[in-house]
């Protein structure tokens, strides 16, 4: 009992004790906030920045021969765009700096508690970073007047925010079911490694205040920092690797169907029949359709691409096929007119070869020596000649008329092409999608 009496009895002078520092620090708090003038902040600018003899061209470290490390990290708001033509990529963004300087160092009490000022960045050093594969500006932050933040312990944060245009060789083999990866390099070129090293705090670039893009998902986004050889010089460097993926759905709709309907639509050529006339004209047509969205996909691509597209290789073989339907076309309409041409040429011989008889026989010599009675046996013997070549003409009339074994042959040409080709879009367009679906 008196063992626990003992405990008691310290526990209570333990919570008085932590009454009276609990309140001595809410005390001591509320004087320090109240204590905070613009005559505070003032004098730690001029103690520790006009009149201490700061130099932003030099590294705030007191001893010079070590390395200033520096912490950055990246803030990702939108994704600008990705140019498939151009081979570029742009975003906009907020890059944060971190380091130590050793030499804006003060002790709040003797300055009202003050904790934290923020200096313009021309006044303080900051790292001097360039873009190295920009399509712009090199020096995004020669003018920049982004916020910095010094506390009273030396932590300094620079946040320089722009937009970055970099150029990105796009690989477009799967387009439009592609993925990229694009990188933005920034290197301080005025320090070597030995003066200052790069430092990834969070190695993830940050999506806090990121907007979703239309045409481009990020998947994911890593800061790399390493050193870059420079002649025989190495140079701080980082990198800021983006890993996007492609919205495709608005590709298909708008480009890739409608050149699938129409090749589709092209093979439907084999069903016209040749009478209407129609056959050509409608091949010619759907081709040269095809063609134009051939043209507008080619359009969308880049020139010098490293590999050529799956799509441009699909498309290419749709208007071959295209082509080969309209010439298929022709060959059927060719054979269809082929016999009846053949027959006017027939019945054009017959013809003459009529017209010339009767001329013959109507221009017949005649004698003077000859009797009237001569005269009219001959008579009766054209009449009788006419007659049997009129009744041979009606009868050669009224034979039955030969089948045109030609236009037959056009319209089995048709059915078996008809399938032939049905057969090699289907097996062209599913090979696609299945290769696509895969990749």
């Not at 960045?121 to 594969?133: A, D, G, K």
């Not at 009237?372 to 050669?396: M, P």
Request: with cysteine; charged share 20%; proline share 4%.
């Amino acid at each position: 009992m008196c063992y626990f009496a003992f405990i008691k009895h310290h526990m209570g002078l333990l919570r008085i004790q932590y009454s009276v520092i609990y309140f001595w620090i809410l005390c001591h708090t509320c004087h320090v906030v109240t204590a905070q003038t613009y005559t505070n902040v003032t004098s730690i600018f001029n103690d520790k920045i006009t009149n201490s003899g700061y130099n932003p061209e030099v590294r705030p470290l007191v001893d010079q021969s070590k390395a200033i490390v520096v912490d950055v990290w990246f803030e990702l708001v939108s994704i600008v765009e990705v140019n498939d033509v151009a081979q570029s990529f742009t975003c906009n963004g907020f890059l944060l700096f971190g380091w130590k300087d050793e030499l804006i160092v003060w002790d709040p009490r003797d300055y009202g508690g003050h904790t934290l000022i923020h200096p313009l960045p021309e006044q303080i050093w900051r790292p001097m970073v360039l873009l190295l594969n920009t399509l712009d500006k090199r020096d995004l932050f020669d003018d920049d007047k982004s916020p910095v933040f010094i506390y009273n312990n030396g932590d300094a944060i620079w946040a320089p925010g722009s937009v970055f245009p970099v150029s990105c060789q796009l690989t477009m083999t799967n387009y439009p079911f592609d993925q990229q990866e694009c990188s933005i390099y920034m290197t301080a070129l005025t320090l070597n490694k030995d003066e200052m090293q790069f430092k990834n705090k969070v190695p993830t670039i940050g999506t806090s205040f990121y907007t979703l893009h239309g045409e481009w998902d990020l998947i994911s986004g890593t800061i790399i920092t390493s050193n870059l050889s420079s002649g025989v010089v190495q140079v701080p460097t980082f990198q800021l690797k983006f890993n996007l993926k492609r919205r495709p759905i608005f590709l298909i709709v708008n480009i890739i169907l409608p050149v699938v309907f129409l090749s589709f639509l092209n093979i439907l050529v084999f069903i016209i029949p040749v009478e209407s006339g129609e056959k050509i004209g409608y091949g010619i047509t759907v081709l040269l359709a095809l063609s134009v969205f051939m043209s507008i996909v080619g359009g969308m691509l880049p020139r010098s691409s490293r590999s050529m597209p799956n799509v441009t290789i699909y498309l290419f073989i749709l208007l071959i096929i295209s082509m080969l339907t309209v010439i298929d076309s022709i060959v059927i309409v060719y054979l269809s007119h082929r016999e009846e041409r053949e027959q006017v040429h027939l019945n054009a011989k017959r013809k003459f070869k009529e017209a010339f008889t009767k001329v013959k026989n109507s221009v017949a010599p005649q004698n003077n020596e000859t009797s009237t009675s001569d005269n009219k046996v001959a008579r009766k013997k054209i009449t009788l000649d006419r007659a049997v070549l009129s009744f041979t003409s009606g009868s050669q009339s009224e034979e039955k008329p030969e089948v045109n074994k030609y236009k037959v042959i056009g319209k089995y040409m048709d059915k078996v092409s008809f399938v032939v080709f049905m057969f090699i879009w289907v097996s062209v367009t599913l090979g696609f999608l299945i290769y696509a679906s895969q990749d």
